[in-house]
């Protein structure tokens, strides 16, 4: 592990005068950093492969042919049941995903890093699918009759009509889920991978008198990544919101 | 659009068309034949099968049996292109169902880009035009949520139009809007048919169907009553049933 006392962001706060273990919180803010860049990138890269394979298995569950829906509705009930930590389990140790697909070979990531991706970008796609489903039924059956009266194939009306419609109204449950994928990285402590909570756990362990600060500091990173980007997710549902009357 | 040689063929012909679902009959043995810029209004009470004549006309809605012709094409054939077909028939809604997330000139050119290939400057100049057309050139930038019952409706009528169909069907056009708003939809209408346009209309709009329409059908539980000129129709109904539904439809229409 790199140095624990950071000296860019710690020496940049100016830690002097702080209480003892917020001190202690605040020299090694650098290395929380760390964690926060990898918990940061895990919960992108996870709602990338979650939409990338939740957006398409949505589609399905409405348009697909009966077999097609049977097959994704089963592997979405089986990930939506089962407990994160078992999916990472599976996902690291039971059928390590870097054993066929070994990526960390290639990419400057860790083999946790990769099974930790893989278990919440499938767990989110089954969740991603059900939110997409219900936001491509929701869109009224007329649109769909309009563009194919007007001579759309159902694909084309299915891509000019309805899921531009549906990706605006899927903006909230997007949000739920960003939340739910940023806190759930946490888990990945199960499988050793050095995000933010696994680096404070390293933390309080050294210095046990700070449990209670490297925690709170700890919660503050959740807090002000949650509340940002739902923020962020807000603006973009008005900017891109279908007019309605003045 | 009128090609000489196709002058004395019906655009569109309709033989002994049924369709059913389940046990419930909606059309039974229906046939009518349209010429070019003929004006076919299609009354009847609610369930007599009007909107469903209409919808397999653009195979929205498949029939049981019958044939239906538009042009060469023949509609029914399970091998014809029903993207092609529908092409060449224009529809307008009764839930108007214009594209929520579309400004009303992006409804107009979105079938001109996606269908007819036009590049979007073409689509957008043609769009326009539509728009003009039905009195909407200032509400090019306006989304559906933004326009009124009549003006979405208009739009509608744009959107269908802009395709250059052979046929027009309007599916009771004007059943969804308030009363003081049917009037500019109608208008447009007139003038559609004043211009030549082909249009087969499921409408109880009288004073529509007394001006403009060249023939009227009366349909009940599927099955044609009565067809014939409007004022033979209206003014001396052959059947009872048709001077019974005529006089509530007028009276209620006129209160």
């Given at each position: 592990m790199s140095g624990v006392v950071g000296a860019t962001l710690a020496g940049a706060l100016g830690?002097?005068?702080?209480p003892a273990d917020w001190q202690f919180v605040c020299q090694n803010a650098d290395y929380l950093a760390g964690g926060l860049v990898l918990t940061v990138a895990l919960t992108i890269a996870s709602l990338l492969l979650g939409f990338a394979a939740g957006f398409p298995a949505g589609a399905i569950e409405v348009y697909g042919s009966r077999y097609a829906k049977l097959a994704v509705e089963s592997v979405g009930v089986v990930l939506r049941g089962t407990p994160i930590v078992v999916i990472f389990i599976f996902t690291?140790?039971?059928?390590?995903v870097t054993t066929w697909f070994p990526i960390h070979r290639v990419l400057p990531v860790s083999d946790a890093f990769i099974a930790a991706v893989v278990g919440l970008g499938l767990r989110s796609a089954a969740y991603q699918a059900q939110m997409f489903r219900g936001s491509l039924q929701s869109v009224d059956a007329g649109q769909m009759e309009a563009a194919r009266a007007v001579g759309l194939s159902k694909v084309e009306a299915i891509r000019h009509v309805v899921v531009p419609q549906a990706l605006r109204r899927s903006v909230p449950g997007f949000q739920n889920e960003f939340t739910i994928v940023l806190k759930d990285t946490s888990v990945a402590i199960a499988i050793g991978l050095a995000e933010l909570l696994t680096r404070g756990q390293e933390l309080f362990v050294q210095e046990t008198t700070a449990v209670t600060e490297v925690i709170l500091a700890i919660s503050a990173v959740y807090f002000v990544l949650t509340f940002g980007t739902n923020r962020a997710l807000d603006r973009l549902n008005e900017r891109y919101a279908i007019p309605e009357e003045a | 659009m009128n090609e000489a040689t196709n002058?004395?063929?019906?655009l569109l012909s309709v033989e002994s068309v049924s369709k059913s679902y389940g046990d419930e009959q909606?059309?039974?043995?229906v046939s009518f034949e349209m010429d070019r810029s003929d004006v076919t209004v299609l009354m009847g009470p609610?369930?007599?099968g009007k909107s469903t004549m209409l919808r397999c006309v653009n195979r929205l809605t498949e029939v049981d049996s019958g044939e239906i012709r538009l042009g060469d094409m023949v509609?029914?054939?399970?091998?014809?292109n029903v993207d092609e077909l529908r092409r060449s028939v224009g529809m307008v809604f009764q839930d108007i169902?214009?594209?929520?997330?579309?400004t009303a000139l992006l409804n107009v050119t979105l079938g001109l880009r996606?269908?007819?290939?036009?590049d979007a400057e073409t689509a957008r100049s043609l769009g326009v035009e539509h728009l003009e057309r039905v009195g909407l050139g200032d509400q090019l930038d306006s989304y559906p949520g933004e326009l009124s019952g009549g003006q979405k409706q208009r739009v509608g009528i744009a959107r269908a139009l802009a395709m250059e169909p052979e046929l027009m069907l309007f599916?009771?056009?004007?059943?969804?809007?308030?009363p003081e708003l049917i009037g500019e939809v109608v208008e447009v209408m007139r003038d559609l048919a004043a211009g030549g346009t082909t249009m087969l209309v499921v409408t109880h709009e009288m004073g529509f169907a007394r001006e403009a329409a060249t023939d009227a059908i009366f349909l009940e539980d599927g099955r044609i009553v009565e067809d014939g000129p409007p004022e033979q129709l209206f003014?001396?109904?052959?059947k009872d049933r048709t001077a019974q539904f005529l006089e509530r439809i007028t009276s209620m229409y006129d209160s």
């Open positions: 830690c002097a005068g702080l690291f140790f039971v059928f390590p | 002058d004395t063929d019906p909606v059309l039974s043995d609610s369930g007599s509609v029914t054939d399970p091998s014809t169902n214009l594209f929520a997330h579309l996606k269908v007819r290939g036009m599916d009771e056009p004007t059943s969804a809007l308030d003014e001396n109904p052959q």
